[in-house]
């Protein structure tokens, strides 16, 4: 079956800090790549997505991705957090011939200290 | 001019009771989604409505059905509530088969 896989569950870090979320994917076939950021008790929003082209992809926020389709994974990364980026992240793939399912993964809750 | 808007925000009921979530989006897409999100934020998706046609059902108890007068609209009905129905529900739509969705703010159902 399909699935995603985020590798942390709760990231700390002081501003300033560079942040890399990991993501990994189970499925050979053609599919879309996104994150999805959910600030405390808000609904989800598109922070990027790769659809095709560069697998470099910068998003909103300072926010850029890179898909590395050898390694099924499409890591999130930001060279300097700010206190308005805690958040939970989640990553988050739509499979092609299957209706345009999307599958989260577990999410990452981000919590950047002042 | 909110694009994916669901109502009520928040929802407190008894176990046994029926209730109903609805939700509208005024982008003009296709293909609507219910998702749930449990206590740990995992989301998975309950089921998906293509023009007024279910495309989309994820084993899902069938005391939840979903509803679509028309493609703007997709409301969701739960009978019979358990307590392991506590969670946000949230809504999502979009226009092409591969395309972004797009993500409502969600109904926090808290069953009693």
């Known amino acids: 079956a399909q699935s995603v896989s985020q590798h942390n569950h709760h990231v700390i870090l002081s501003e300033a800090a560079s942040l890399e979320l990991g993501c990994n994917y189970s499925?050979?076939?053609?599919?879309?790549l996104f994150w999805y950021v959910q600030y405390p008790g808000q609904h989800l929003q598109l922070l990027l997505k790769?659809?095709?082209?560069?697998?470099l992809v910068k998003g909103i926020k300072g926010f850029e991705a890179e898909f590395i389709k050898s390694k099924f994974s499409f890591n999130l990364r930001k060279p300097s957090v700010q206190w308005s980026d805690t958040a939970e992240y989640f990553c988050?793939?739509?499979?092609?011939?299957?209706?345009?399912?999307?599958?989260f993964g577990q999410g990452t809750e981000l919590s950047v200290k002042p | 001019d909110t694009a994916v808007s669901q109502t009520p925000k928040y929802l407190v009921t008894q176990m046994g009771n029926d209730k109903s979530i609805k939700c509208e989006q005024n982008?003009?897409?296709?293909?609507m989604y219910w998702y749930k999100q449990d206590s740990k934020k995992f989301l998975k998706i309950m089921f998906s409505?293509?023009?007024?046609?279910?495309?989309i059902n994820e084993t899902v108890p069938n005391r939840f059905s979903p509803k679509s007068p028309d493609k703007a609209h997709l409301n969701l009905h739960i009978n019979s509530l358990e307590l392991g129905d506590s969670a946000v529900y949230f809504c999502?739509?979009?226009?092409?088969?591969?395309?972004?969705?797009?993500f409502g703010p969600g109904t926090r159902l808290t069953v009693l």
């Open positions: 999502a739509s979009r226009t092409a088969p591969t395309d972004t969705q797009y």
């Open positions: 499925y050979g076939g053609t599919v879309n």
């Open positions: 790769y659809f095709s082209g560069d697998p």
């Open positions: 988050a793939v739509l499979i092609y011939n299957q209706g345009g399912k999307l599958i």
């Open positions: 982008l003009g897409h296709d293909t």
């Open positions: 409505y293509n023009n007024k046609e279910l495309i």
